[in-house]
């Protein structure tokens, strides 16, 4: 959905949030968090920088699901056998990817 400038390198937590991202978040959000049209919303996107979307609304949307309020896609389902740990590690990833994108 989104054009995503990918990071030359990533810190070691991102790293570890990248290879969680992909095998739990991915099938909906896209890679590298870009969004899927009709499936799931970009992350590297202004409505999830850190002032509105902080890291403590991703460890309760993957550990709750999460009603729909800013996009069309439906709500989103729990997160099965993600830990608050992987989560940790996804949002590192999530932060990164805004960061090389101009979210901050």
Same mark, same amino acid.
């Given at each position: 959905?989104?054009?995503?400038?990918?990071?030359?390198?990533?810190?070691?937590?991102?790293?570890?949030?990248?290879?969680?991202?992909?095998?739990?978040? @991915?099938?909906?959000? *896209?890679?590298? /968090?870009?969004?899927?049209?009709?499936?799931?919303? +970009?992350? %590297?996107?202004?409505?999830?920088?850190?002032?509105?979307?902080?890291?403590?609304?991703?460890?309760? @949307?993957?550990?709750? *699901?999460?009603? /729909?309020?800013?996009?069309?896609?439906?709500?989103? +389902?729990? %997160?099965?056998?993600?830990?608050?740990?992987?989560?940790?590690?996804?949002?590192?990833?999530?932060?990164?990817?805004?960061?090389?994108?101009?979210?901050?």
């Amino acid at each position: 959905m989104v054009d995503v400038t990918v990071p030359e390198t990533l810190s070691a937590n991102a790293e570890i949030g990248k290879v969680v991202f992909e095998a739990k978040c @991915a099938i909906c959000h *896209g890679e590298n /968090a870009a969004g899927q049209d009709g499936v799931a919303p +970009p992350l %590297v996107h202004k409505i999830y920088e850190p002032s509105h979307h902080g890291d403590a609304a991703f460890l309760l @949307a993957a550990k709750n *699901g999460v009603r /729909a309020h800013h996009w069309r896609f439906g709500n989103m +389902p729990p %997160v099965e056998d993600v830990t608050d740990g992987d989560v940790k590690m996804i949002i590192a990833y999530v932060r990164e990817l805004q960061r090389a994108n101009g979210i901050n």
